[in-house]
Nanobody, 124 residues
Framework: VQLQASGGGLVQAGGSLRLSCSAS????????MSWWRQAPGKEREFVAG????????YYADSVKGRFTVSRDNAQNIVNLQMNSLRSEDTADYSC??????????????????WGQGTLVTVSS
C-alpha cells in the first residue's frame, strides 16, 4: 500500500492550494481518509478527515471554513482544498487511511497507512 501526497508549493498568504493524495494498493472508498500536517519543530496534527461513505467530514478548528476535504473514487484520490492560507498553515502535509475508525479522526493510532508528505509554504 502506498499513499502519496502532492500539490504542495509556495503560496502567498490569502492564496489557495489543492492537495491530492493518491493511493495504490487500497481503494479509498473503503477507508476513512484524513490529512495531517507537521510544521518544523512541532508535533504532527490532524487537519481534516472524511468518512468512507463521504457522509461525514471532520476538521480541526484552525482550518474550519477554509479547508475542504473530498474524495474522487473514480481516480482513487482524496483532495484537500485549502483557501485563505495563512503563514501558520506552513507545514508538511500527508494523508492517512483507516480501515475501521470511530468518530475520533484525530486519533493517529487508528490509522493503518500513512503516506509521504508534500510541503506547503505560505509566505506572509
Amino acid at each position: 500500500v502506498q499513499l502519496q501526497a502532492s500539490g504542495g508549493g509556495l503560496v502567498q498568504a490569502g492564496g489557495s492550494l489543492r492537495l491530492s493524495c493518491s493511493a495504490s494498493g487500497l481503494t479509498v472508498s473503503d477507508y476513512a481518509m484524513s490529512w495531517w500536517r507537521q510544521a518544523p519543530g512541532k508535533e504532527r496534527e490532524f487537519v481534516a478527515g472524511i468518512a468512507w461513505s463521504s457522509a461525514y467530514e471532520y476538521y480541526a478548528d484552525s482550518v474550519k471554513g477554509r479547508f475542504t476535504v473530498s474524495r474522487d473514487n473514480a481516480q482513487n484520490i482524496v483532495n484537500l482544498q485549502m483557501n485563505s492560507l495563512r503563514s501558520e498553515d506552513t507545514a508538511d502535509y500527508s494523508c492517512a487511511a483507516a480501515r475501521r475508525i470511530g468518530s475520533n479522526y484525530e486519533a493517529s493510532w487508528e490509522y493503518d497507512y500513512w503516506g509521504q508528505g508534500t510541503l506547503v509554504t505560505v509566505s506572509s
